[in-house]
């Protein structure tokens, strides 16, 4: 009898339970005798032993609801190795728990900080294989994280939606896009969307560049300018500050993020009226699209051969249009970011789009 855990950490992301499916389906097909146990609200599950057996009965209809039927929550790396508040080791706790399950292996879903704790999980002896996910797409060994696509579906039909309101009224629009410290999605919901400017944080912008690209769309006769904001964009004269300045600017900022204060330096610099729309958490919310479906079925299905195979301390990755492993401990602590120089930045710019720089 084969004994899997099971948990999803960090931000949540369309295609988590479709993942899951394709793990367990996978495992079940096989023939192999097999139990599942779901470890509740990510890690904290495992270190509190909060947990449930599954049956094939929670893995039915899975394939295109949103979310996850375990439940995430953040359990941040940098305090991992702190006592809780009533001093409860929590790797320790973790690797209690695992033991007194009798797993055979752990099946972690998460994005980079919960790839860094499951690179540690399996330092410490446990059999641990991950799934990539998150609508950032920034986790490093794999060309895509599934729930990214869904994501990006989402952020361009809200700039679908502005385009034509942005239209009528001849004003410009910044839609302000997910992505933490990475550009990934504005830059695909950005020219999926036509947006006529995309400012990414790998490409600090000037503010004065991105009036010069309005002026010329007002010269030429646009009624309206689309500006595509990823949350993280920094301007040229933030990133030249050092960490501790700019975290003293941080600290005094009276913006609710940097999509007000570009609206306002516009509204100052050249008198357009500007309006921001920020779609949030809508991001990582509702169905997996088509792509995602299929996408985190496969790596679900690799995921699944790969624990039949006994081979672990890997997390299942895209590489070249394949789908193949990737030590954990090459993966853990290291971010994907944009290429400034990537063909698909000197396409856009060919295409007009203007990056502020
Ligand atoms: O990592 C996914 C993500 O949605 C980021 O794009 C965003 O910066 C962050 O999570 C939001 O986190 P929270 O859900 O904790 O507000």
């Given at each position: 009898?084969?004994?899997?855990?099971?948990?999803?950490?960090?931000?949540?992301?369309?295609?988590?339970?479709?993942?899951?499916?394709?793990?367990?389906?996978?495992?079940?097909?096989?023939?192999?005798?097999?139990?599942?146990?779901?470890?509740?609200?990510?890690?904290?599950?495992?270190?509190?032993?909060?947990?449930?057996?599954?049956?094939?009965?929670?893995?039915?209809?899975?394939?295109?609801?949103?979310?996850?039927?375990?439940?995430?929550?953040?359990?941040?790396?940098?305090?991992?190795?702190e006592p809780d508040e009533n001093g409860l080791d929590k790797v320790e706790a973790m690797k209690q728990n695992y033991y007194k399950l009798q797993l055979d292996c752990l099946v972690v879903l998460g994005g980079n900080g919960s790839q860094k704790t499951a690179?540690?999980?399996?330092?410490?002896?446990?059999?641990?294989?991950?799934?990539?996910?998150?609508?950032?797409?920034?986790?490093?060994?794999?060309?895509?994280?599934?729930?990214?696509?869904?994501?990006?579906?989402?952020?361009?039909?809200?700039?679908?939606?502005?385009?034509?309101?942005?239209?009528?009224?001849?004003?410009?629009?910044?839609?302000?896009?997910?992505g933490h410290k990475v550009g990934w999605l504005t830059l695909n919901a950005g020219l999926a969307g036509g947006a006529d400017v995309i400012l990414i944080p790998e490409i600090p912008y000037d503010i004065g560049k991105i009036c010069d690209a309005i002026k010329a769309r007002d010269e030429r006769g646009s009624r309206f300018t689309i500006i595509a904001v990823a949350e993280g964009a920094?301007?040229?004269?933030?990133?030249?500050?050092?960490?501790?300045?700019?975290?003293?600017?941080?600290?005094n900022y009276k913006y609710p993020s940097v999509s007000y204060e570009i609206a306002e330096a516009i509204q100052k610099n050249i008198g357009h009226e500007?309006?921001?729309?920020?779609?949030?958490?809508m991001q990582?919310?509702?169905?997996?699209?088509?792509?995602?479906?299929?996408?985190?079925?496969?790596?679900?299905?690799?995921a699944g051969q790969l624990i039949l195979n006994k081979e672990y301390g890997y997390m299942v990755a895209y590489k070249n249009r394949e789908i193949v492993k990737v030590p954990l401990s090459e993966i853990a602590g290291k971010l994907?970011?944009?290429?400034?120089?990537?063909?698909?930045?000197?396409?856009?710019?060919?295409?007009?789009?203007?990056?502020?720089?």
């Open positions: 009898m084969m004994r899997i855990g099971m948990l999803t950490s960090g931000g949540d992301c369309q295609a988590l339970n479709a993942a899951m499916r394709g793990v367990v389906k996978c495992i079940a097909h096989s023939g192999v005798e097999v139990e599942f146990y779901g470890f509740k609200n990510g890690y904290k599950g495992l270190i509190y032993g909060d947990f449930r057996m599954l049956t094939s009965k929670d893995f039915s209809g899975i394939l295109t609801k949103g979310g996850t039927i375990l439940g995430s929550s953040r359990t941040p790396f940098k305090t991992i190795r690179n540690l999980l399996s330092e410490e002896g446990l059999n641990v294989v991950s799934l990539p996910k998150t609508i950032d797409n920034d986790l490093w060994g794999t060309d895509m994280t599934f729930g990214f696509q869904s994501a990006v579906d989402v952020a361009t039909g809200v700039i679908d939606n502005i385009h034509t309101t942005a239209d009528s009224h001849g004003r410009v629009f910044i839609i302000e896009v997910m920094i301007s040229k004269k933030d990133a030249k500050l050092s960490k501790k300045e700019y975290k003293e600017k941080m600290a500007v309006r921001v729309t920020v779609p949030g958490h990582r919310g509702g169905a997996p699209d088509p792509y995602d479906r299929v996408f985190a079925s496969r790596l679900g299905a690799e994907k970011y944009v290429s400034p120089d990537a063909s698909i930045i000197k396409e856009a710019k060919m295409l007009g789009v203007c990056f502020g720089d």
